[in-house]
């Protein structure tokens, strides 16, 4: 039996997932995208959301692109494949758009939040997309979150993920942060509420 | 679609190295030995050739840094093992007595071939350079200077060659026949000596200055330094240290009578204490701080010690008063404790009030140290409390003069005076050629940590071998023995080989993409393919592989 | 407490519930992270067991088996390569009635090399006389752990749970932990009737020949058809006690059903979405999802599936030669009823090849088009 009728199963999948959000964090190996996506699942998880995330299924290594996956959902999440049409997306390293297909997939009208120090309008080709920049990498270092070459922002990116869609509210991210970070609580918090109220938007 | 996995382009097309973000760096580090050595010696390598059996090319490789193996196995205080890192692992290695026995076995196989063959490029570069005085300094100056071309002349004030290795060291501890072979080596080079010239008064410097390209100053240091007691100028029983060695290495043995006080704490004292306890005499050494601040080689002071010379520690003389006759000194002397650490860390002793004793005595040596005699320089030569005014080459005040060792004020060591001479003569070279000085940027040092110490067993280790204080204390045999060939080449392989490849195969074994390749010299390290896991400078036993930052 | 875990994650806590002593295993991806885990536990002093550091996975079970052996509660986790470096060993362990719980994190075997999830691994072990339970969601990971000690220190055979790489194993999802006190009073101490032990010296494993070794062998079957009766039993108190349960089949929406999926894994999680959404659609569509694959629930399958009037099997595995394996069982349960319905069996999701809605759509919307399956075997999506 070769692969089918494709025809018949789209229309059952756009219907099947109209509530479900689904998210695509793109980074590279060893910037943690993979643990934004477990402190997102967490803080919407504490909103009483039922959640799933996952890393790419990919063996990963220091300085390659990889990605994370989150979905969200009022109800349980049955669903056990991989992520293939994100609603948005955040991008932890700018210089992944040259290299990998960043928006593929991605619906309409979806947010792109890139940790840049651009603004919106420097991202003119995603015409389709509303896009958002914070420099998350300056307001890392400021608060010693890694070194100006390699600083730590999946932290501090999620605050201005929950101001951009408002899929998931600040005192949410910040208490997963203060929970689940190990080291340097205050300063993952500082960063994160920083990138909340610093974030960049084609509306404004 | 092939029927099993298989790329029809071999992997070599998948050029790995682009994930690296550290990579491997095959390189040579300083061991700590080498970068302790004053001469600068490559420890390592010549120890890894005596651990191979092949003695000649150790000595050979020694000399091309150290023209004095023989000598310096015998008496130098070899900072080197201080360092050596195995001392940190389970007992340091002998280093002074392999070099001994390379030294000793390449002259006792020497078949005089050297002489034609070092001959033929001497003077080839037609510049002409004077060396004042034949001591370990002027004449390891001479050596490295002759064997780079230039034509040298030695101007002597003695009537023999040596400078304080003969006339300062007595016969147990460095025979003479050992310093005659080395410097009949170096002056084999085509070196000219002109003996019994001093300076100053048989020829003078300025007709050195016009009919040679350039000096070395290497007079050393021969003026004994006084106690300022009084009392002191009183007698000929109270002899200047450096007098008393010299007459006793010329074979003019000074009158001490039985008890011999002498005063000093550093090896002239202990040279001359064991000198005159081997003429028969009751030697007592009084020195005004503890034993631990001696300055003498440890090892000496030990063999003193079981020699049966008595020490007189925190003790300092005030005063001589002699006997009616003339033959008998009552030294007076005052108990001194220690006191709080001055700048350098030493404790400087004071006098306890009131502990005023006195010491008999037949005669008294002093040797608080010498100081260099520098009379003879003239006035733009400029000078310091410690000697001749010397820069980082080397070089004094005026145009075309360096000066070094003693008289220069180098630490008072044989193997400084070689390091010092050697330094000249590498200045003295890029000032005839017309070179500036590189900055030398600092090397890096094997530490303890670097190494990977799994790769290595603690184990058993020789000691030296000595004559028993019954068969040495009644003449002048050379006490220490050394190592027989055996125990210098199981000595030799406990070597760690501090950042010294070896080529133990271990980077080339562990790399998980045979990276590394073995050349004729060492290793490659193909980045094209290496990941930069750094698994071979992890199981690189001696740190010869290091880890940089990806250069993007 | 409910808690957002991965399934790696679920699987130690399982472990820390069930008050495991012994715990001997090598790392391999992608179970790693439940060493990991275990370790971290262990060393944070929150799970008082000795963590044997082995250098294989033969090791691994070897140290298992004499852990059990001296009456200790035991675990190990595994995968692929690893699980079928201990196939000599799983044998003994069975043979032995030693009731050891491992995790198998279902991979594919290699060659070619590959890391991703299928049941080959797993499936190879079928005839070692392991216990194999295979689960489609976190929840249902850390439960099965504490049943499965349950199970196998009642039946004294080993137990396997099986869960799906990187979809189980790496996927984080809320996950209900519960309380160590009411897991102490559901599953209490493993005492066995013999073990190891230097004050009553005992001989185990001796030789016995054609006179008894027969016997042995049909006690062991004996315990097997056992466990069925048994698992359901301690499922049953597990849904008292903790409000869940999962049954060692279950049948999904099969109510009048015209045709039944048979899954296992995070398939059958898929599928519920693709089930729901046909219902939704007045179409008679249901699915059997078998949890228990050893013993084989011959009897709840032949119920399950009485009614139906064709039968789609979802194979994440193969066997060479024959087919998907699963569909091998079913058949075969179905044979000596006399109720002939056309089994159609499917091979999908090998080697991580992601088994999605439509792949699960495609193959209910090709059952449904046919009246005999044709081929015994069909490939989904095959790209030749």
Not at chain 1, 47 to 62: D, I, L, M, T, Y
Not at chain 2, 420 to 436: C, E, F, H, P
Request: charged share 25%; hydrophobic share 35%; aromatic share 8%.
């Amino acid at each position: 039996m070769r692969a089918g009728n494709n025809t018949l199963t789209f229309s059952i999948l756009f219907s099947i997932f109209s509530e479900m959000i689904e998210i695509r964090i793109h980074g590279r190996g060893g910037q943690g995208a993979f643990t934004a996506s477990n402190l997102l699942a967490s803080a919407l998880f504490k909103e009483e959301k039922h959640v799933q995330s996952f890393p790419s299924f990919n063996a990963e290594r220091r300085g390659a692109p990889t990605a994370a996956f989150i979905r969200i959902d009022d109800s349980i999440i049955r669903l056990r494949c991989e992520v293939y049409t994100p609603d948005h997306l955040i991008v932890l390293d700018p210089t992944l758009f040259t290299i990998v297909d960043v928006t593929h997939g991605l619906k309409d009208g979806g947010w792109i939040i890139i940790n840049s120090d651009k603004r919106p309008d420097d991202f003119p080709s995603f015409t389709k997309f509303k896009v958002a920049t914070v420099d998350a990498n300056s307001i890392a270092v400021k608060h010693h979150l890694g070194s100006h070459t390699a600083p730590i922002v999946n932290t501090a990116i999620l605050g201005a993920f929950s101001k951009i869609t408002g899929i998931v509210g600040i005192d949410a991210v910040l208490a997963v942060v203060e929970e689940s970070i190990p080291l340097k609580k205050g300063e993952n918090v500082a960063a994160a509420r920083e990138t909340y109220e610093k974030v960049n938007t084609t509306e404004d | 679609m092939p029927y099993l996995a298989v790329s029809l382009a071999n992997t070599e097309a998948n050029l790995t190295g682009n994930w690296r973000s550290v990579r491997p760096v095959y390189k040579n580090k300083v061991p700590p030995c080498k970068n302790a050595c004053p001469a600068g010696e490559d420890i390592p390598l010549y120890l890894a050739l005596i651990s191979k059996k092949r003695f000649k090319e150790a000595w050979k490789r020694i000399i091309e840094s150290n023209p004095f193996p023989g000598v310096c196995g015998r008496v130098c205080y070899h900072p080197c093992e201080r360092e050596c890192l195995r001392g940190k692992f389970d007992k340091e290695i002998s280093i002074h007595s392999i070099e001994r026995l390379a030294a000793d076995y390449a002259h006792s196989h020497s078949r005089k071939d050297n002489k034609k063959r070092q001959r033929k490029g001497q003077g080839k570069k037609g510049k002409k350079v004077a060396i004042i005085g034949a001591g370990p300094a002027g004449l390891t100056c001479a050596y490295f200077l002759s064997k780079m071309g230039y034509r040298v002349i030695i101007f002597e004030a003695s009537s023999a060659t040596g400078g304080m290795l003969r006339q300062g060291i007595p016969e147990y501890r460095l025979p003479k026949k050992i310093l005659d072979k080395e410097i009949e080596y170096i002056l084999d080079l085509g070196i000219k000596v002109k003996n019994n010239t001093r300076i100053g008064t048989d020829i003078d410097i300025e007709d050195i200055r016009r009919n040679y390209n350039a000096i070395f100053i290497a007079t050393g240091a021969h003026k004994n330094r006084k106690l300022l007691i009084p009392g002191e100028d009183n007698s000929h029983r109270i002899i200047p240290g450096l007098d008393f060695l010299k007459g006793q290495n010329s074979g003019h043995n000074k009158e001490t009578g039985e008890r011999v006080a002498i005063i000093g704490g550093g090896n002239t004292a202990i040279d001359i204490a064991r000198s005159v306890l081997r003429q028969g005499t009751k030697p007592m050494l009084i020195y005004r701080r503890s034993r631990e601040e001696m300055p003498a080689i440890e090892e000496e002071i030990h063999q003193a010690e079981n020699e049966g010379i008595i020490f007189h520690y925190l003790t300092s003389p005030t005063d001589i008063i002699m006997d009616e006759e003339g033959k008998k000194i009552n030294l007076g002397c005052i108990r001194m404790k220690q006191g709080e650490p001055d700048k350098t860390g030493r404790r400087a002793p004071a006098a306890i009030k009131g502990s005023n004793f006195i010491i008999e005595a037949d005669s008294m040596i002093s040797a608080i140290g010498e100081d260099p005699d520098l009379s003879f320089l003239p006035a733009d030569i400029k000078t310091n409390k410690m000697g001749i005014l010397i820069d980082a080459n080397n070089a004094t005040t005026l145009e075309g003069v360096f000066a070094g060792g003693d008289a220069a004020g180098e630490p008072r060591s044989v193997i400084s005076a070689i390091g010092s001479g050697k330094r000249g003569a590498y200045s003295i070279d890029r000032y005839l050629k017309g070179v500036k000085s590189e900055e030398i940027s600092k090397p890096s040092i094997v530490q303890y940590e670097d190494l990977n110490l799994d790769y290595f067993e603690k184990g058993k280790w020789n000691e030296p071998l000595k004559l028993s204080v019954e068969d040495r204390i009644n003449d002048y045999k050379e006490v220490n023995k050394g190592f027989s060939a055996e125990m210098g080449i199981t000595e030799a392989s406990r070597c760690f080989s501090c950042g010294i490849c070896n080529m133990c195969d271990n980077c080339l074994i562990f790399c998980p993409d045979i990276t590394v390749v073995r050349k004729k010299k060492g290793y490659e390290i193909n980045y094209d393919y290496c990941k930069g896991c750094l698994i071979c400078v992890e199981e690189c036993p001696r740190s010869a592989m290091t880890s940089i930052e990806e250069i993007k | 407490m409910k808690k957002v875990l991965m399934g790696n994650h679920a699987v130690a806590y399982g472990v820390l519930l069930a008050r495991v002593g012994v715990i001997s295993a090598y790392p391999i991806t992608p179970q790693t992270t439940i060493v990991e885990k275990l370790s971290d536990l262990c060393a944070r002093g929150e799970l008082n067991a000795k963590l044997i550091d082995v250098e294989s996975e033969h090791s691994a079970m070897a140290g298992c088996i004499g852990a059990s052996a001296a009456g200790v509660r035991t675990f190990t986790a595994t995968s692929s390569q690893g699980l079928a470096l201990m196939h000599e060993l799983l044998h003994w362990a069975a043979g032995a009635r030693l009731p050891i719980v491992m995790a198998n994190v279902n991979r594919a075997m290699g060659p070619p090399w590959n890391i991703w999830t299928d049941q080959n691994d797993s499936l190879s072990q079928r005839d070692t006389g392991w216990m194999q339970f295979y689960c489609e969601s976190n929840q249902e990971v850390l439960d099965t752990v504490i049943q499965a000690f349950k199970i196998s220190e009642k039946v004294l055979l080993p137990s396997m749970i099986l869960l799906d790489g990187f979809f189980l194993s790496h996927t984080s999802e809320p996950v209900d932990i519960p309380d160590q006190e009411k897991v102490d009073s559901y599953l209490p101490e493993y005492k066995p009737k013999y073990k190891l032990d230097v004050k009553f010296p005992l001989s185990f494993g001796n030789l016995t020949d054609e006179n008894y070794y027969y016997e042995l062998r049909y006690k062991m079957q004996e315990a097997m058809e056992k466990a069925k009766n048994i698992a359901t039993e301690v499922d049953a108190e597990f849904l008292s006690t903790f409000g869940r349960s999962y049954g060692i089949v279950e049948s999904y929406r099969c109510d009048n059903a015209d045709l039944i999926t048979v899954t296992s894994g995070t398939i059958s999680s898929t599928t519920r979405v693709v089930i729901d959404k046909l219902r939704d659609k007045g179409k008679k569509i249901g699915m059997l999802k078998i949890k228990m694959f050893r013993p084989f629930p011959v009897e709840d399958v032949r119920m399950a599936l009485e009614n139906a009037k064709k039968v789609a099997v979802i194979d994440r595995n193969i066997s060479f030669g024959n087919g998907g394996i699963f569909c091998q069982e079913v058949k075969s349960a179905m044979y000596n009823t006399g109720n002939h319905i056309p089994v159609f069996g499917y091979i999908a999701g090998l080697g991580g090849r992601d088994v999605t809605p439509m792949v699960i759509e495609d193959i209910i919307d090709f059952t449904m088009r046919h009246d005999r399956p044709g081929d015994d075997i069909h490939w989904v999506g095959l790209k030749i």
